[in-house]
């Protein structure tokens, strides 16, 4: 029998039923649930008199809605309240484990799952989020679905699915002082662009992905969505199964023992074939920063805004040319010239202690500089948030004028109160900087978080390696 | 579900690649609880000059002239015409469904992102894949024409011009099936009930971690 792919054991793993034409009903080991994409699917069940297959594989939690203000007050937009009550009152009816607005474990649901080890290697991990690629970190099979598909997953614990093709991104060798796994993703985005991933399962591989924190691969494979792929993942390894020891979900004794004896197989065989291959030097990856509207319009931070008459096709000429003018920037200008308005550090891509640790450590001792009119941090999770506390990373925030917020999705993609206004530029540790994502009119840039923290301190961008 | 069957449309070319989800419907439409009424705010940061809020009234917010879909030719599309990539992004169903309620009923690319691609099959819109060749020339027929109309007939797989041209396309047997009939999956699904219960059982008793 030829080697296997890692991303073959997991679908192996998990068949139920396939089709004469390779229609697959895949079974699914946690549904993980917030409230934006939700509500029509329990409406949809209800409404059929259908029951829910198995609960006990679903954990909801409120995050897109959430003010990451005082709380106390619940939230003042009544159309943002209406949804987190809904999503109360659906996880009571049906009995959903639900980590409520103010439980000191509600966070961002790729934060928290991880966190509390409610996804597992070896899992099928669904949620209705395109960024449910960031539990593949762990050796997991994690799809962002739909409504539709959430509905049917409630009722039969099943997704129909087509097997995608597999690739293998290997970053191999080591990255340089302050080049993040951030810089890793933007740098392979900017690569394959974002299509380049479409109908593909991507695994990361190489030396440098090994080098990886566990937060580091989860910002990763977060991204790989930005790449068009459905599902990203990293092979299971020491590191992956001492993350999960004493977590509150994870199995404990001898049960971790057996679980982590069959993680332990979670990595791609030798032999193993895959349909595509793209290999990068991790020692040629610099700090990235994005100049358009799209995550593929991404240059180095000492390169400069590209000119649109060296795009290589028409209808790239087409795209720079807008994305120009939307983000009110000429060709030609230095990347280090482009001075910013607001910076927004958090989100699923890059919230997690290390980020914040990353960022603090870049602006400790130092002011945000006077043209940036805010700058915030919000951390991924009431766990995290804590945690940063324990370690005094809100006061070095604070004393350097940055605001320190309560968990939620917050400014990636302005659901709640936090939003660029029109014209504003934010240096953001998001993922997407599609037009209007962090308000109408507001101008995205994305980078890691030590290079967001440095351009607030700087009032432009600046390479945080000479920083 | 609604059946797609056959389809005599008036198409509507939009002339850019990448488009994502947040353009097609923005993120504050998502905090509906409903799933329809979304047709109003489908591209609703190009199609107005101010910014949209739920509960707003869409009559009286001024247009934006320069947009395809506010060009009196084009009123009463139901087939769109677009670029690459297209439907990229974020995963809300939001973006089908304000696409349905806008009146389209088929979308034309060189190719779509995967997860929009397979919301589309859930909600009565088909998605259809050509060659970017043959899509640039049918942008060009499109802009050319005044009225110019395409005819999608899913049981024979062809998206057929004014001409007569007769263009073949590819899809699935099991979405075109249910698209056909109108069918969810979810009752299909559960004619297996059975082997998702041995599923269970063995799975139980190799990795019982998952189930504790």
Same mark, same amino acid.
């Given at each position: 029998?030829?080697?296997?792919?890692?991303?073959?054991?997991?679908?192996? $793993?998990?068949?139920?039923?396939?089709?004469?034409?390779?229609?697959?009903?895949?079974?699914?080991?946690?549904?993980?649930?917030?409230?934006?994409?939700?509500?029509?699917?329990?409406?949809?069940?209800?409404?059929?008199?259908? /029951?829910?297959?198995?609960?006990?594989?679903?954990?909801?939690?409120?995050?897109?809605?959430?003010?990451?203000?005082?709380?106390?007050?619940?939230?003042?937009?009544?159309?943002?309240?209406?949804?987190?009550?809904?999503?109360?009152?659906?996880?009571?009816?049906?009995?959903?484990?639900?980590?409520?607005?103010?439980?000191?474990?509600?966070?961002?649901?790729?934060?928290?799952?991880?966190?509390?080890?409610?996804?597992?290697?070896?899992?099928?991990?669904?949620?209705?989020?395109?960024?449910?690629?960031?539990?593949?970190?762990?050796?997991?099979?994690?799809?962002?679905?739909?409504?539709?598909?959430?509905?049917?997953?409630?009722?039969?614990?099943?997704?129909? #699915?087509?097997?995608?093709?597999?690739?293998?991104?290997?970053?191999?060798?080591?990255?340089? /002082?302050?080049?993040?796994?951030?810089?890793?993703?933007?740098?392979?985005?900017?690569?394959?662009?974002?299509?380049?991933?479409?109908?593909? $399962?991507?695994?990361?591989?190489?030396?440098?992905?090994?080098?990886?924190?566990?937060?580091?691969?989860?910002?990763?494979?977060?991204?790989?969505?930005?790449?068009?792929?459905?599902?990203?993942?990293?092979?299971?390894?020491?590191?992956?199964?001492?993350?999960?020891?004493?977590?509150?979900? $994870?199995?404990?004794?001898?049960?971790?023992? #057996?679980?982590?004896?069959?993680? /332990?197989?979670?990595?791609?065989?030798?032999?193993?074939?895959?349909?595509?291959?793209?290999?990068?030097?991790?020692?040629?990856?610099?700090?990235?920063?994005?100049?358009?509207?799209? @995550?593929?319009?991404?240059?180095?931070?000492?390169?400069?805004?590209?000119?649109?008459?060296?795009? @290589?096709?028409?209808?790239?000429?087409?795209?720079?040319?807008?994305?120009?003018?939307?983000?009110?920037?000429?060709?030609?200008?230095?990347?280090?010239?482009?001075?910013?308005?607001?910076?927004?550090?958090?989100?699923?891509?890059?919230?997690?202690?290390?980020?914040?640790?990353?960022?603090?450590?870049?602006?400790?001792?130092?002011?945000?500089?006077?043209?940036?009119?805010?700058?915030?941090?919000?951390?991924?999770?009431?766990?995290?948030? #804590?945690?940063?506390?324990?370690?005094?990373?809100?006061?070095?925030?604070?004393?350097?004028?940055?605001?320190?917020?309560?968990?939620?999705?917050?400014?990636?993609?302005?659901?709640?109160?936090?939003?660029?206004? @029109?014209?504003?530029?934010?240096?953001?540790?998001?993922?997407?900087?599609?037009?209007?994502?962090?308000?109408?009119?507001?101008?995205?840039?994305?980078?890691?978080?030590?290079?967001?923290?440095?351009?607030?301190?700087?009032?432009?961008?600046?390479?945080?390696?000479?920083? | 579900?609604?059946?797609?069957? +056959?389809?005599?449309?008036?198409?509507?070319?939009?002339?850019?690649?990448?488009?994502?989800?947040?353009?097609?419907?923005?993120?504050?439409?998502?905090?509906?609880?409903?799933?329809? *009424?979304?047709?109003?705010?489908?591209?609703?940061?190009?199609?107005?000059?101010?910014?949209?809020?739920?509960?707003?009234?869409?009559?009286?917010?001024?247009?934006?002239?320069?947009?395809?879909?506010?060009?009196? +030719? !084009?009123?009463?599309?139901?087939?769109?015409?677009?670029?690459?990539?297209?439907?990229?992004?974020?995963?809300?169903?939001?973006?089908?469904?304000?696409?349905?309620? !806008?009146?389209?009923?088929?979308?034309?690319?060189?190719?779509?992102?995967?997860?929009? !691609?397979?919301?589309?099959?859930?909600?009565? %819109?088909?998605?259809?894949?050509?060659?970017?060749?043959?899509?640039?020339?049918?942008?060009?027929?499109?802009?050319?024409?005044?009225?110019?109309?395409?005819?999608?007939?899913?049981?024979?797989?062809?998206?057929?011009?004014?001409?007569?041209?007769?263009?073949?396309?590819?899809?699935?047997?099991?979405?075109?099936? +249910?698209?056909?009939?109108?069918?969810?999956?979810? *009752?299909?699904?559960?004619?297996?009930?059975?082997?998702?219960?041995?599923?269970?059982? +063995?799975?139980?008793?190799?990795?019982?971690? %998952?189930?504790?």
């Amino acid at each position: 029998m030829p080697g296997r792919t890692l991303y073959d054991k997991l679908w192996d $793993a998990h068949v139920v039923h396939v089709e004469p034409d390779g229609t697959t009903l895949l079974y699914i080991d946690r549904h993980l649930v917030h409230e934006v994409t939700s509500p029509q699917a329990f409406e949809g069940l209800k409404l059929a008199g259908r /029951k829910p297959w198995r609960t006990s594989s679903a954990v909801a939690v409120p995050d897109h809605n959430v003010p990451t203000t005082d709380r106390s007050q619940g939230i003042a937009d009544p159309v943002s309240r209406l949804q987190v009550e809904t999503l109360d009152a659906n996880c009571a009816e049906f009995g959903i484990t639900e980590f409520k607005m103010n439980d000191i474990r509600q966070g961002i649901v790729h934060v928290i799952g991880p966190e509390e080890g409610l996804t597992l290697p070896g899992m099928t991990v669904v949620c209705g989020d395109s960024h449910t690629s960031t539990h593949g970190a762990f050796g997991a099979l994690a799809h962002a679905i739909g409504t539709s598909e959430f509905e049917h997953e409630l009722a039969t614990q099943c997704l129909v #699915q087509k097997k995608s093709k597999a690739m293998r991104i290997r970053v191999e060798g080591e990255l340089g /002082k302050g080049v993040t796994a951030k810089d890793v993703a933007l740098a392979i985005i900017g690569e394959i662009g974002t299509a380049g991933g479409t109908g593909y $399962a991507v695994e990361f591989a190489g030396s440098a992905i090994r080098g990886l924190s566990m937060e580091g691969r989860m910002t990763l494979c977060n991204m790989a969505i930005e790449a068009g792929a459905r599902a990203g993942m990293v092979a299971v390894d020491e590191k992956t199964v001492e993350y999960f020891r004493g977590r509150p979900y $994870a199995p404990k004794g001898e049960l971790f023992d #057996q679980a982590a004896a069959y993680w /332990k197989t979670l990595v791609s065989d030798a032999d193993a074939r895959f349909d595509a291959e793209v290999v990068l030097d991790a020692a040629r990856i610099k700090p990235q920063v994005t100049w358009g509207t799209s @995550p593929e319009m991404v240059v180095t931070v000492d390169g400069k805004v590209p000119n649109p008459a060296d795009a @290589p096709s028409e209808v790239k000429r087409h795209d720079w040319e807008r994305a120009l003018a939307y983000m009110g920037l000429a060709a030609g200008t230095p990347i280090e010239q482009i001075a910013i308005d607001k910076v927004f550090i958090g989100s699923c891509t890059n919230s997690r202690i290390e980020d914040l640790r990353e960022a603090a450590a870049v602006v400790k001792g130092k002011h945000k500089a006077a043209n940036v009119k805010l700058a915030m941090v919000v951390p991924g999770s009431g766990l995290v948030k #804590q945690q940063a506390e324990q370690e005094g990373l809100d006061k070095v925030f604070l004393e350097a004028g940055f605001e320190w917020r309560e968990p939620g999705c917050s400014m990636c993609l302005a659901m709640n109160a936090d939003r660029l206004e @029109p014209g504003e530029r934010c240096a953001s540790t998001s993922n997407r900087n599609f037009e209007g994502r962090q308000g109408a009119g507001g101008r995205t840039h994305l980078v890691s978080p030590a290079m967001a923290a440095a351009a607030g301190i700087a009032g432009h961008f600046v390479d945080v390696r000479n920083f | 579900m609604k059946p797609f069957t +056959r389809l005599d449309g008036l198409v509507a070319p939009l002339d850019r690649a990448n488009v994502d989800t947040d353009a097609i419907i923005p993120k504050q439409f998502l905090k509906s609880i409903k799933r329809s *009424g979304f047709g109003p705010n489908l591209f609703d940061e190009w199609r107005y000059l101010d910014v949209g809020e739920p509960g707003k009234s869409n009559h009286d917010r001024p247009l934006n002239p320069e947009f395809v879909l506010n060009q009196p +030719r !084009y009123q009463g599309a139901s087939v769109l015409l677009a670029r690459e990539n297209f439907g990229c992004g974020s995963s809300r169903e939001h973006a089908p469904w304000a696409l349905e309620d !806008y009146g389209f009923r088929a979308i034309i690319a060189p190719s779509f992102a995967d997860i929009f !691609y397979n919301n589309c099959f859930k909600n009565g %819109l088909l998605p259809i894949v050509l060659d970017a060749a043959i899509v640039d020339k049918l942008f060009k027929q499109c802009e050319a024409n005044e009225g110019y109309a395409l005819t999608v007939d899913l049981d024979k797989q062809t998206v057929t011009t004014p001409t007569g041209e007769a263009i073949p396309f590819e899809v699935d047997a099991g979405r075109k099936y +249910r698209l056909l009939n109108g069918l969810d999956d979810i *009752g299909p699904t559960l004619l297996h009930s059975d082997k998702i219960k041995a599923y269970e059982e +063995r799975r139980k008793a190799e990795a019982p971690w %998952l189930f504790a």
